[in-house]
C-alpha cells in the first residue's frame, strides 16, 4: 500500500499544467472587431429587428444567457442552452457538438436559423445598406463594398476579442496570486476526482467530445448532439465538453439548461459523468473553486 | 532575292523566335513550378511525419499522465487535418495516378486514425476519471477493509490490477480485474457512500472500456500510416525523377532549338552583308551616273554643281565649240554627237596633267574645266593651250575632216558659269578674239544694278507721271523760220529731266513701252492743242504692229480733229519694216485724215530705197549720222546728196537732223535739204 501511495505521489508531480491560463494579451484586428461589436449589437440583423447576436450571448452572463433555451424572432424557443461566447476563440470546434471549425463558421449558423434570427445573405446586406454601415465597413475593410464574409469575419473577429483574462484562477496559475485554503482544495478536489479529465487545456474543457452521463444515463433528451455530425451511433448524446470559465456566470447550465444552480450543476456532473456523489464539504469546495475561475470583462466592451 | 521570298524568311525567323520565346517561357515556367511543387510537398509531407509523431506523444502522454490538457492534441489535430486538405488538393496527387493511389490510402488511415484520438479522448477520459477516483478513494479506504485480510487483499489485487494495466496498457490482467471484482461484489452495500460499491462501480467502468481504449491507442500507434507516408514519398520521389527528366530533355530541345536558330541567323546576317554589299556596289553605280553625262562620259551640270562647293580658289574654262549648230544641222545628229564625244576625248586626253582639271559637259556645246588654282594659271596660256589642242587635233567623221574650232570664256570669279559665259560673249562677239577672261573689273555687276534702278525709274516714272515731251525746233533752210517743232520724250530724274532713250531697252523687256508712247501721244497732242503749231511726233515700227497704241492714236485722233492739219508722224527707220502692207495701210488712213508723213533716221543702214518711195510720206529725215560726217567725209556727202535728190525726184521734202555746228549747217544748206533741227539751232525745251 505505501508503495502504492509512492507510485501515485510520482504519478501525480509529473502531470504538468493540464490547464493554462488566458493570454492577457490576445491579438486581434482592432478596425474589424470594432465593425464586429457593431454588428453583434444590431437587431436589425434579425428579420423582426427583435434579436442581436448580443440577445442570447450577453455580456452580464459572460456572453451566454439566463435562459434555460434562448428566443429567437418571434418569441421562438431553441432546442439548446446558448453556449457563452467568451472565450469562444479557445475553443476547438463551436456549438454544442461541434459543427462549426470556426468563429466565422459558426455566426452564419443563428443568422439563417429561422428559430434564431431568421435571415437570408440577401436580407442582411439589404438592412445594412446604409450610409452607416457603408462608412463603418470603409473604415474597417478600406472599401464601403459590403459582403456576407466581410460581415462574418468582422463579427468573428470581434467574438477573438471577447477573452476574460486575469481571473484569480489565472494569476494563481501564473504565481501572482495565491488561492484560498478552501479554493485550493477544490482545485485539488477537481483533479483528484477527476473533473481535469475532461475539463483542461486554457478553457478547462472546449478540447473533447464527451458523452453526457457517461457513467450513470443522463435522463434528460439530448437534441442535436455529435451524432448529428458524425451519424456514428457511438456519438449519442455527446457533446463538445463546455468551457468552465465565467462558469458563476452562465447559469443555467447544461445543454438542456435544465440545472439552475452551479451547485446542481456539479452534483449532477459528478454523479452522472464520475459514479458518484460528492459529500456537501466537497462539493463547497469545488464551487469555491469553480468561482475562481471568473475573468475580466472584455477590454473592448469598455471601449467606445 | 525576291520580297516575297525574303519576307517568308523573315517570317519564319520571327515565328521561329516566337516559339523560342514560348520554349524558353514553358521551360522556365515548368522548373519553377517542378521545384515549387517538389518543395512544397516534400515540405507537407515532412510536417505530416512530424506532427504524426508529435500526436502520438500527445497521445501517449496524455494516456500516461492522470491528467493532461487535450489543448495541444486538439491543435494538432486540425494541423494534421489542414495538411492533408492540402496534400489532397495538390496537383499531382490529384493528376498523377500512382501518387493518388497512395494518398488516398495514406488519408483513409489518417482519417481513422484522427477519428481513433476523438474516441481516445473519451475513452481515456473515463479510464483516467475512474483510475483517478479509484486512487482518490484510497484516502477514504475503511479501517474494517484494512482489518480483513481477505477483503484487503482483494481491494489491493483488484487496485493493483487496474494500475498495471493502465500503465503496461496489457488487457491481460483485465480478467483478474474481473474475478476480483466478483470476489468483492458479495462484501459491498447498496449505499452510495459504501467504499466497496464505489470501487466496484469504477472498476467494472474501467474493466468494461479498458480493451477498447486499448485499442484506439493501438490504431493511433500503429506505424502503418508511417509507412504509408514513406511509400508516398518514394512514390513522389519516382515522380518527381521522371519529371526531372522532362524537364531535361525539354532543355536539350531547348538549346538544340537555339542552336538551329543562331545558324540561321547568322546565315541571315550573312546574306544581309552580301545584299549590302551589292546595294552599296549598286549605289555607287547610281551615283555615277546621276553626275555624269551619258553621250560624253564626263561629269554634268549636276556635279559641277556637287563639286564647285569644294573648291577654294576656282579656276573655271567654258569651251564652246564654235557654229556647232551649224555641225548639227548640216551633218545631222549623229555627227553633232561624234564631234560632241571627240571633243570630250581630246580634252580629257590632252590639257596637261599637271592641271588637277575636271571636265564636265555643261551645256548642248560647251564643256567647263574645273580646276583648283594652287599656282597661279596664267588664263591667256591656258586658252592658247586648248586652241592649240584643236588645231593640232582634227576631228573626222568617216574621213570627212571637220573643221572644228573653239572659244573660250574663262573666269576666277563666281559665280563661275555666268561670268565665264559673259567673257565667252565678249569673245564671239569680237572677231579677233577666240578666248576672254572674265574681268571682274567689268561692269557685269554695275550694269546688273544700274537694270535695276533703271527698271525701278522707269517704273516710277509711269506711276508718279514723270514722263513728258519736249520739242526741239525744226527751222526752215530758205527762210530761218521755226517751221515744226519735234516731240522728243523726257523722263524726269533726280530732280532733271533726261532723254528717255537709255530706258527704252528696258522699258520694252519690262512691257512698258506701250504706255509710254500713249503718255507722249497723248501729252504730245495736248501740246499741239494749247500752241497751235505743227507737231512731229515719232512712232516705232512696233508701235504701228500694236493694236493697243493704234486704238489708242484712234481715240485721240476722233477726239481732236481739229488738230490733224497740225500733226506728223515720224516712222523710225531703224528697224526693217516688217509687214509692209500694214504700214503702207496706216499711212494712207493717217494721210487721209490731212496727217504728214516722215521717215526717220533715214540713211542709218536698214534703208530699202524701193520700199520707202514706194510709201506715200511726206518727208525724209535723214539719220544724223550721216549729216554729223558733212564737213569731214565726203562720201557721207555724196550719200546725203543723192538721198536728197532722189527725195526731190519724188516730190519728198528733207529734213538734216543733228546739226550740231555751223559747219554742218553750212553743209546742209550747200546741199539744198529743206530743213535742219539740231542743237546748233535750237536745243529741245518744255513747251507747255
Avoid at chain 1, 505521489?9 to 491579438?27: D, F, G, K, V
Avoid at chain 1, 453526457?212 to 444515463?217: K, L, N, Y
Avoid at chain 2, 555643261?362 to 567647263?368: K, M, R, T
Wanted: overall charge positive; charged content about 25%; glycine content about 4%.
Amino acid at each position: 500500500m505505501k508503495l502504492l501511495m509512492l507510485v501515485l505521489a510520482i504519478l501525480y508531480a509529473l502531470a504538468e499544467t493540464a490547464i493554462t491560463p488566458i493570454p492577457q494579451h490576445y491579438s486581434y484586428d482592432k478596425k474589424l472587431a470594432q465593425l464586429g461589436k457593431i454588428l453583434f449589437f444590431d437587431p436589425n440583423l434579425s428579420s423582426d429587428r427583435t434579436i442581436s447576436c448580443a440577445s442570447c450571448h450577453k455580456p452580464e452572463f459572460a456572453g451566454a444567457d439566463n435562459k434555460p433555451v434562448s428566443l429567437g424572432v418571434g418569441g421562438q424557443k431553441g432546442d439548446l442552452n446558448s453556449p457563452p461566447v467568451y472565450n469562444a476563440v479557445f475553443n476547438f470546434a463551436q456549438f454544442w457538438n461541434g459543427r462549426a471549425e470556426t468563429l466565422e463558421e459558426q455566426a452564419l449558423g443563428p443568422l439563417h436559423n429561422p428559430k434564431e434570427m431568421n435571415m437570408t445573405d440577401t436580407l442582411i446586406l439589404q438592412r445594412l445598406d446604409n450610409d452607416f454601415y457603408k462608412e463603418q465597413f470603409k473604415k474597417a475593410y478600406g472599401t464601403n463594398t459590403i459582403t456576407i464574409p466581410r460581415l462574418v469575419k468582422a463579427i468573428a473577429e470581434f467574438e477573438r476579442a471577447l477573452t476574460t483574462p486575469n481571473s484569480k484562477f489565472d494569476r494563481f496559475l501564473r504565481k501572482e496570486e495565491n488561492l484560498s485554503a478552501n479554493e485550493f482544495k477544490g482545485y485539488l478536489l477537481f483533479k483528484r476526482l477527476g473533473c481535469i479529465t475532461c475539463h483542461n487545456g486554457v478553457n478547462l474543457g472546449g478540447n473533447s467530445f464527451q458523452k453526457i452521463g457517461a457513467v450513470v444515463p443522463y435522463p434528460g433528451p439530448t437534441p442535436h448532439d455529435r451524432y448529428e455530425v458524425t451519424h456514428d451511433p457511438k456519438d449519442r448524446g455527446v457533446y463538445k465538453v463546455p468551457t468552465l470559465r465565467n462558469i458563476a456566470l452562465t447559469a443555467p447550465y447544461y445543454h438542456d439548461g435544465n440545472i439552475t444552480t452551479l451547485q446542481e450543476a456539479v452534483e449532477k456532473m459528478c454523479y452522472h459523468n464520475l459514479g458518484f456523489t460528492l459529500e456537501p464539504i466537497e462539493q463547497s469546495y469545488i464551487l469555491d473553486f469553480l468561482h475562481t475561475l471568473t475573468g475580466q470583462q472584455p477590454a473592448i466592451l469598455q471601449e467606445q | 532575292m525576291s520580297t516575297l521570298r525574303r519576307n517568308l524568311q523573315l517570317f519564319l525567323l520571327f515565328f521561329l523566335g516566337g516559339v523560342g520565346i514560348f520554349l524558353f517561357w514553358l521551360y522556365e515556367s515548368s522548373t519553377q513550378e517542378f521545384f515549387k511543387t517538389r518543395s512544397t510537398i516534400s515540405k507537407e509531407i515532412d510536417h505530416l511525419f512530424h506532427k504524426e509523431l508529435f500526436l502520438n506523444y500527445e497521445v501517449l502522454k496524455s494516456s500516461f499522465f492522470l491528467y493532461h490538457s487535450y489543448d495541444a492534441l486538439t491543435s494538432i489535430q486540425k494541423e494534421i487535418e489542414t495538411l492533408l486538405q492540402a496534400l489532397a488538393s495538390s496537383k499531382i496527387i490529384t493528376q498523377d495516378k500512382k501518387t493518388k493511389e497512395v494518398f488516398e490510402r495514406y488519408n483513409a488511415i489518417m482519417q481513422a486514425k484522427l477519428n481513433a484520438v476523438e474516441e481516445f479522448k473519451r475513452y481515456n477520459a473515463m479510464i483516467k476519471t475512474s483510475v483517478t477516483y479509484i486512487i482518490t478513494l484510497l484516502h477514504k479506504i475503511p479501517q474494517n477493509i484494512l482489518q480483513d485480510r481477505k477483503k484487503s487483499r482483494y481491494v489491493l489485487n483488484l487496485i493493483g490490477d487496474i494500475l498495471f494495466s493502465k500503465n503496461s496498457l496489457d488487457t491481460d490482467f483485465l480478467p483478474s480485474i474481473k474475478e476480483n471484482i466478483e470476489l468483492l461484489k458479495p462484501f459491498a452495500t447498496k449505499k452510495p457512500t459504501d467504499f466497496l460499491s464505489r470501487l466496484i462501480l469504477h472498476a467494472t467502468l474501467f474493466e468494461r472500456s479498458f480493451a477498447q481504449y486499448k485499442q484506439t491507442v493501438d490504431t493511433i500507434m500503429d506505424k502503418k500510416s508511417l509507412y504509408t507516408l514513406q511509400r508516398l514519398e518514394s512514390v513522389l520521389a519516382e515522380y518527381f525523377k521522371y519529371h526531372h527528366h522532362k524537364l531535361q530533355k525539354l532543355l536539350h530541345l531547348l538549346l538544340f532549338f537555339y542552336l538551329v536558330l543562331l545558324l540561321m541567323i547568322s546565315y541571315f546576317i550573312y546574306r544581309l552583308h552580301q545584299e549590302n554589299q551589292r546595294l552599296e556596289k549598286l549605289k555607287t553605280k547610281f551615283r555615277h551616273f546621276s553626275i555624269t553625262d551619258d553621250l560624253t562620259g564626263l561629269y554634268n551640270r549636276r556635279a559641277y554643281k556637287q563639286d564647285i562647293r569644294k573648291y577654294k580658289k576656282p579656276f573655271f574654262a567654258l569651251v564652246d565649240i564654235d557654229r556647232f549648230k551649224h555641225y548639227n544641222d548640216f551633218y545631222g545628229n549623229k555627227v553633232g554627237d561624234h564631234i560632241l564625244r571627240q571633243c570630250a576625248k581630246l580634252l580629257q586626253n590632252h590639257i596637261p596633267k599637271k592641271f588637277d582639271f575636271r571636265l564636265y559637259r555643261l551645256g548642248a556645246d560647251e564643256f567647263g574645266i574645273l580646276i583648283e588654282e594652287h599656282d597661279h594659271i596664267d588664263a591667256d596660256a591656258f586658252a592658247k593651250m586648248i586652241l592649240d589642242i584643236f588645231k593640232r587635233n582634227k576631228i573626222r567623221f568617216k574621213n570627212i575632216e571637220l573643221a572644228i574650232s573653239v572659244s573660250i570664256g574663262m573666269s576666277k570669279k563666281r559665280p563661275l558659269i555666268e561670268t565665264a559665259d559673259m567673257a565667252l560673249r565678249s569673245a564671239k562677239n569680237s572677231p579677233y578674239k577666240k578666248y576672254a577672261l572674265f574681268d571682274p573689273r567689268s561692269n557685269y555687276f554695275t550694269k546688273i544694278k544700274e537694270n535695276l534702278k533703271r527698271s525701278k525709274i522707269i517704273q516710277e516714272a509711269i506711276e508718279q507721271d514723270n514722263l513728258l515731251p519736249f520739242f526741239q525746233a525744226i527751222i526752215s533752210n530758205t527762210t530761218g523760220a521755226i517751221v515744226k517743232y519735234e516731240a522728243l520724250a523726257r523722263i524726269y530724274v533726280d530732280g532733271k529731266y533726261e532723254s528717255i532713250y537709255p530706258y527704252l531697252p528696258l522699258a520694252k523687256e519690262m512691257g512698258l513701252y506701250p504706255q509710254i508712247t500713249k503718255t507722249i501721244l497723248a501729252k504730245s497732242f495736248e501740246a499741239v492743242q494749247k500752241v497751235q503749231k505743227p507737231i512731229s511726233i515719232n512712232l516705232a515700227m512696233n508701235d504701228i504692229e500694236n493694236p493697243e497704241i493704234l486704238n489708242y492714236l484712234g481715240e485721240l485722233l476722233e477726239r481732236h480733229p481739229q488738230l490733224t492739219s497740225f500733226i506728223t508722224f515720224e516712222i523710225l527707220e531703224s528697224e526693217t519694216l516688217k509687214d509692209y502692207r500694214a504700214v503702207q495701210n496706216f499711212i494712207s488712213i493717217l494721210k487721209a485724215k490731212g496727217i504728214q508723213i516722215a521717215i526717220d533716221d533715214f540713211g542709218s543702214g536698214y534703208s530699202n530705197f524701193a520700199h520707202i518711195f514706194n510709201l506715200d510720206i511726206d518727208i525724209i529725215k535723214i539719220d544724223g549720222s550721216l549729216i554729223q560726217q558733212l564737213p569731214t567725209n565726203p562720201n557721207a556727202k555724196k550719200v546725203v546728196q543723192t538721198i536728197h535728190n532722189l527725195a526731190k525726184e519724188f516730190g519728198i521734202e528733207t529734213v538734216a537732223e543733228f546739226v550740231s555746228d555751223e559747219k554742218i549747217f553750212e553743209e546742209v544748206k550747200k546741199i539744198g535739204i529743206d530743213y535742219s533741227q539740231g542743237y546748233y539751232l535750237e536745243k529741245p525745251k518744255k513747251l507747255i
